[in-house]
């Protein structure tokens, strides 16, 4: 084979997550080399809405990294000159919404719970909602507002994270499928690197944060991981007026929606603008394998449900509508950290609709173990070998 190359470490994958493990495995020392099959974030990443989130999470494990991510995202724009503009970073706070009484005291509920692990929630009346965004509907029960909620451009997050660990020494080569994963024949099945088509990549440990791919990627290592595809659409308007949604604004019933194990078709409102003006309006959540067929029935029923919340969005068109599919895995967690099945394999996949939010405590937390120190959380609600074969969706 030609073109061969040694590391101390291959992060297949170029999407937020893979590009916050080179960053960080970098930043550490480690010879790190970064791949995909395609180009910086060509999969997931780029068809994501870069929500920041913790108001979205229920208290436990997924919330603890969410609020470890936030705080090194913060850290990141305020020590990355020109980090902040060039990924389009906006603290701009997320308000949840309640249409009914009975919703409104789920959620309010909810945000009790979340603030015993440190999240910032306030309530806030239906006589306050306006004073917060203006164009909001009328009629609804209240809602909670989560000041901690943020956003970025994620493609612009993920070329930015890729730009610094280059500038570390990360090396970084798209275009590049990996075919396999090489291991000893001894030693136990240890490692040795990874096989692409353009040549061997030798190095003692591979990250598979491969994301809705990554249970390949575990595969070609002998692993089993259940990482499925949920396909989600997002639609984009024409540029509005600045702050005609202030907040990422969204009903309770998306909370649901998120840890809904369902296979069938869930769409609930969310919807936010951006620093470019153009207002984002999602989410749906079906699991359909990777068929990308465009549904126009699916984009219409995210469009009437925006404008319930914001009326004014009635006026204004729609420019286009995408598609992703967000890594599913059974029980709604990440699989982050070392297999205990192969060792120097590592994952940073099955973020699902989070990967931008959680990407930089995931790549910390896989760095910090890369170079044998004990991670900052404890990862066994993470840990890759926790399914059986049987779980697969």
Same mark, same amino acid.
């Given at each position: 084979?030609?073109?061969?190359?040694?590391?101390?470490?291959?992060?297949?994958?170029?999407?937020?997550?893979?590009?916050?493990?080179?960053?960080?495995?970098?930043?550490?020392?480690?010879?790190?080399?970064?791949?995909?099959?395609?180009?910086?974030?060509?999969?997931?990443?780029?068809?994501?809405?870069?929500?920041?989130?913790?108001?979205?999470?229920?208290?436990?494990?997924?919330?603890?990294?969410?609020?470890?991510?936030?705080?090194?995202?913060?850290?990141?724009?305020?020590?990355?000159?020109?980090?902040?503009?060039?990924?389009?970073?906006?603290?701009?706070?997320?308000?949840?919404?309640?249409?009914?009484?009975?919703?409104?005291?789920?959620?309010?509920?909810?945000?009790?719970?979340?603030?015993?692990?440190?999240?910032?929630?306030?309530?806030?009346?239906?006589?306050?909602?306006?004073?917060?965004?203006?164009?909001?509907?009328?009629?609804?029960?209240?809602?909670?507002?989560?000041?901690?909620?943020?956003?970025?451009?994620?493609?612009?997050?993920?070329?930015?994270?890729?730009?610094e660990a280059r500038r570390a020494g990360a090396v970084l080569r798209t275009g590049e499928v990996v075919t396999a994963v090489r291991r000893a024949a001894g030693d136990g099945g240890r490692v040795l690197g990874v096989r692409t088509g353009r040549g061997d990549i030798h190095a003692p440990a591979v990250v598979n944060a491969a994301g809705t791919w990554g249970g390949g990627i575990a595969a070609l290592a002998g692993a089993h991981l259940p990482v499925l595809p949920r396909r989600g659409f997002v639609l984009v308007t024409?540029?509005?007026?600045?702050?005609?949604?202030?907040?990422?604004?969204?009903?309770?019933?998306?909370?649901?929606?998120?840890?809904?194990?369902?296979?069938?078709?869930?769409?609930?409102? $969310? !919807?936010?603008?951006? /620093? %470019?003006?153009? &207002?984002?309006?999602?989410?749906?959540?079906? @699991? *359909? =394998?990777?068929? #990308?067929?465009?549904?126009?029935? $699916? !984009?219409?029923?995210? /469009? %009437?449900?925006? &404008?319930?919340?914001?009326?004014?969005?009635? @006026? *204004? =068109?729609?420019? #286009?509508?995408?598609?992703?599919?967000?890594?599913?895995?059974?029980?709604?967690?990440?699989?982050?950290?070392?297999?205990?099945?192969?060792?120097?394999?590592?994952?940073?996949?099955?973020?699902?609709?989070?990967?931008?939010?959680?990407?930089?405590?995931?790549?910390?937390?896989?760095?910090?173990?890369?170079?044998?120190?004990?991670?900052?959380?404890?990862?066994?609600?993470?840990?890759?070998?926790?399914?059986?074969?049987?779980?697969?969706?």
């Amino acid at each position: 084979m030609s073109n061969q190359l040694t590391c101390d470490v291959v992060v297949v994958g170029a999407g937020m997550v893979g590009a916050a493990c080179a960053f960080y495995a970098a930043r550490a020392g480690l010879r790190t080399v970064l791949v995909d099959r395609g180009p910086v974030a060509g999969g997931t990443t780029g068809a994501g809405e870069g929500n920041l989130l913790v108001s979205d999470k229920e208290p436990g494990p997924e919330l603890e990294l969410a609020l470890l991510s936030l705080k090194l995202w913060r850290r990141l724009v305020e020590e990355e000159p020109g980090l902040r503009a060039a990924v389009e970073y906006e603290a701009k706070g997320g308000l949840v919404v309640g249409s009914g009484y009975a919703g409104l005291a789920a959620l309010e509920e909810f945000a009790a719970r979340q603030r015993a692990f440190g999240v910032a929630a306030a309530g806030v009346d239906a006589s306050e909602l306006r004073s917060l965004e203006p164009h909001l509907a009328g009629g609804l029960a209240g809602g909670v507002l989560y000041p901690q909620d943020c956003q970025v451009m994620p493609a612009l997050a993920a070329a930015r994270l890729v730009r610094e660990a280059r500038r570390a020494g990360a090396v970084l080569r798209t275009g590049e499928v990996v075919t396999a994963v090489r291991r000893a024949a001894g030693d136990g099945g240890r490692v040795l690197g990874v096989r692409t088509g353009r040549g061997d990549i030798h190095a003692p440990a591979v990250v598979n944060a491969a994301g809705t791919w990554g249970g390949g990627i575990a595969a070609l290592a002998g692993a089993h991981l259940p990482v499925l595809p949920r396909r989600g659409f997002v639609l984009v308007t024409e540029p509005l007026p600045p702050r005609t949604v202030r907040h990422k604004v969204y009903s309770a019933d998306y909370v649901a929606d998120v840890a809904s194990d369902s296979a069938a078709l869930q769409t609930s409102a $969310v !919807v936010e603008g951006t /620093a %470019a003006g153009p &207002v984002l309006i999602g989410a749906s959540r079906e @699991r *359909v =394998g990777f068929d #990308r067929t465009f549904s126009l029935p $699916v !984009v219409r029923r995210l /469009a %009437a449900q925006a &404008v319930g919340l914001f009326p004014v969005l009635g @006026r *204004v =068109g729609a420019v #286009r509508g995408y598609l992703g599919f967000r890594p599913y895995l059974p029980d709604h967690l990440p699989a982050i950290g070392p297999d205990a099945r192969v060792p120097g394999l590592h994952h940073a996949c099955g973020h699902e609709g989070a990967g931008i939010g959680l990407a930089t405590g995931t790549g910390h937390l896989v760095a910090q173990g890369l170079i044998g120190e004990v991670p900052e959380l404890d990862l066994a609600a993470f840990r890759p070998d926790r399914f059986g074969a049987e779980e697969s969706g």
